[in-house]
Structures are given as C-alpha cells and as structure tokens.
C-alpha cells in the first residue's frame, strides 16, 4: 500500500510553491492507487499564525484535494516525540546541550552543510542543574546516502557534513527532524514528495529512522518554484496567497510547473477532469538516470 503525505507549516496562506509541492504528492499517491495524508505541522508554536490551518485546509478543498483519513496536528502529539526521546536516551544517543547560540558560535571550528558545526561542548558532561537544556543527537562518522528519485544519490557524512543535532529545543518544543520522522513512520508513509529545500534534511531523518527502528520512505524532491529574484517562495519572501478564485488555471499552472506530465495538456472542462487526467498521467522521472 503507497502512503503519501502532505505536510505544510501553518505559518501562513499556501502561495503557488506550496501548491506545487502538494500537487506532486498528491499525483504520486493517486497514481499508484494509494491513499494521501494531511497533516499539519505545528510544533513549532512560535511559528505558528492564528487562522493559518483553517485557511491551508479551506484552501486544499477548493482546489479538489481529497485526504483519507483525520488530519493530523503535530501539536498534539508531543507524547509521542518524549517517547521517542526516551527511546533514544536509553541507547545512549542522545546528551543535554546548554549551549547558547554564541557559545556554539565561537568554539565552533568546522562547517558543514548548514553553517557551524557543533563541536559536542557538552557531549562528556552531565546536565547542569537549574539550566534548560536543549537535546542532540549523536552523529557518528557514518555515512547516511539514499537514491532521490528525482535528484538521484545523495549523501551526507553525518559527523562532519552535519554534527550532533538538536532533536528537542531548550525551551521544550520538538524540532521538526523529530517530529517528521515520527509522524511519518507512525502514519505508515512510505512515499515523501516534497520541495527540494528539504532535500538537505533527508540524511538527518534517515539517520533517526534508523536510530529509532522505522523503515526509511521512498523520497522524491521536487525542483522549487522561484520568483523572480531566485528566492524559494516563502511568507519571507512575500509569496501571494493562492487566489480563491481562477482554482482550475492555477492548478493548471502547477502541472505545468512539475515536468512530470505529457504536454500539451488536453483542454480540462471541469476540476475533476483535470485531476483524472493528471493522475492518470502522472510519472516521475529522474533526470540523473535519463542522461547520458
Ligand atoms: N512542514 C514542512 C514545510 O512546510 C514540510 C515537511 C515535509 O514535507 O517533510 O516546509
Ligand atoms: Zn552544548
């Protein structure tokens, strides 16, 4: 059975890349006949914007997106993370961090992929008492590679390409790799269709999946969609709100964008023709494997 998901951040309206994102997922599921997920992700509390989800959600519908099953709020699923931090904490691999941003900053000597590495400070010692403390998880010199099927082999040496990572925060919350890799083992998900942007992250929850015993998705990431300065549409980059109006234009637009289609497209008289069309269609393909 193919489980997809799509899994936005209610930190605002869905702009044209979150669209995109959420068509390619949508067509991977539907076209091998699977069932596709809705699950909002809100642990980061701090990011999250009042009325966000209902507007992802009224939106979702109006463009003809169907979910099987209850949508999922990562907020209210903090057990389960402290059960699998508990998990971790028993193998020893995980250690309470009390470093502050600058601390880490100015011992750090190496850089990886995302800026300073971590340069394990706090790895020999205990907690300090009355600090609170932020958790990491030990990376190894282990190699972590998959094969993208749309970016092909990626692969990250989890010591020096990415250090020992945060999994929950010092001021309680979970991060994201924690949350996603849960969720998404536990949801059964075994195709994750996403933005690129997220590419980078891929070794990290693999590396988790790992640690905590969850078989690893097939992933596929999809190109960004840019505006026309080359930044990933974002709320920071003042990406427009998806019009409520003109659905069947724009989900034509997006099809356009994925280059997983036959083109020219047929003329679609109705939402429900266009989506036929496009899952029926609909094929990955990856460019890594079909050059020469
Ligand atoms: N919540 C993430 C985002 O909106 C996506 C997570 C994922 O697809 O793994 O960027
Ligand atoms: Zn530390």
């Known amino acids: 059975m193919v489980i997809g998901r799509f899994a936005p951040s209610p930190t605002g309206p869905l702009h044209f890349g979150s669209l995109v994102a ?3 997922s949508y067509c991977d599921a539907k076209s091998q006949g699977g069932q596709w997920l809705l699950r909002i992700e809100d642990v980061d509390q701090t990011r999250k914007v009042p009325g966000a989800s209902e507007d992802i959600i009224a939106t979702l519908k109006r463009y003809g997106f169907a979910w099987d099953g209850d949508i999922l709020y990562q907020s209210q699923r903090s057990e389960l993370y402290e059960e699998a931090l508990s998990r ?23 850089q990886g992929i995302e800026g300073a590495i971590y340069p394990g400070t706090c790895r020999p010692f205990p907690i300090k008492p009355g600090m609170s403390a932020a958790w990491r998880l030990k990376t190894e010199h282990e190699v972590i590679g998959f094969e993208d099927a749309i970016q092909g082999h990626q692969q990250h040496q989890m010591a020096t390409d990415i250090g020992d ?14 949350a996603v890799v849960v969720d998404d083992a536990l949801q059964g998900v075994t195709h994750v269709v996403r933005g690129a942007d997220l590419l980078q992250s ?11 015993g969850y078989a690893t998705p097939v992933y596929a990431h999809i190109p960004l969609v840019l505006n026309e300065q080359g930044q990933k549409l974002s709320k920071q980059t003042l990406a427009n709100a998806l019009p409520q109006d003109n659905v069947k234009d724009t989900l034509i637009n997006a099809l356009h964008f994925l280059p997983f289609l036959p083109k020219p ?21 990856n460019p890594a494997k079909t050059t020469i």
Do not use: M
């Open 22 to 24: 959420a068509v390619a």
């Open 88 to 110: 971790l904490r028993e193998q020893n691999l995980v250690y309470p961090c009390t470093c502050s941003r600058k601390e880490i900053a100015d011992s750090s000597t190496r």
């Open 165 to 178: 990572f945060v999994i929950k925060r010092a001021d309680g919350l979970f991060s994201y790799q924690l």
């Open 202 to 212: 891929t070794t990290r929850q693999i590396y988790l999946q790992k640690s905590l």
């Open 265 to 285: 497209f047929p003329t679609f008289l109705s939402l429900s023709d266009l989506w036929r069309w496009a899952i029926d269609h609909w094929q990955i393909t």
